[in-house]
């Protein structure tokens, strides 16, 4: 009987190298798929344009000049009231779970929403600007990202 009680010993082992194997195939799958949700919120996020005068700056997807105020502290936002109507918070109704290194917000008690940030600062538009505008630079002491 000795032969067949190492035999299923064997076959026991074998069965539980292959689950811890299985383990870390599906761990590792799991991470890379959160690393690729990371790397497409991100680019969901920002971008990067040029500006001949400015060089590279920080927009939204659609082109629109981000920029941060030299009033804020790190994580609140002191653009309130009719502030925010001239500089309108880049913001978001639902909380971000995914956001690039860097990045992150702060929850607006005026408008109850999600305004994102980077390193901490808080991000606005400026009201005049369109896509591809950098209108608001060096105003009241608002100015661009630069990257």
């Known amino acids: ?8 010993w064997g076959l026991v082992g074998i069965a539980v190298l292959a689950g811890a194997s299985l383990i870390i195939y599906n761990h590792n ?10 790397e ?5 996020i920002v971008k990067t ?3 001949s005068e400015y060089g590279n700056y920080m927009t ?16 609140l936002s002191s653009c309130l ?20 290194s860097g990045f992150g917000y702060i929850k607006r008690s005026d408008t109850g ?7 901490n600062k808080p991000l606005y538009y400026y009201q005049s600007d369109n896509a591809g505008d950098i209108k608001g630079n060096q105003i009241g002491g608002f100015s661009i990202i630069k990257e």
């Open 49 to 51: 344009s040029y500006s």
């Open 113 to 119: 929403y999600f305004q994102y940030t980077y390193n």
């Open 1 to 8: 009987m000795k032969p067949i009680k190492w035999i299923i």
């Open 40 to 44: 497409i919120q991100s680019s969901e």
């Open 81 to 100: 009231g009719a502030c925010i109507v001239v500089w309108p918070p880049y913001q978001t109704t639902t909380q971000p779970k995914l956001l690039p």
């Open 60 to 75: 939204d997807l659609k082109g629109r000049t981000l920029y941060e105020y030299n009033k804020d502290s790190q994580g």
């Open 29 to 38: 799958s799991l991470t890379s798929k959160n690393n690729k949700n990371k």
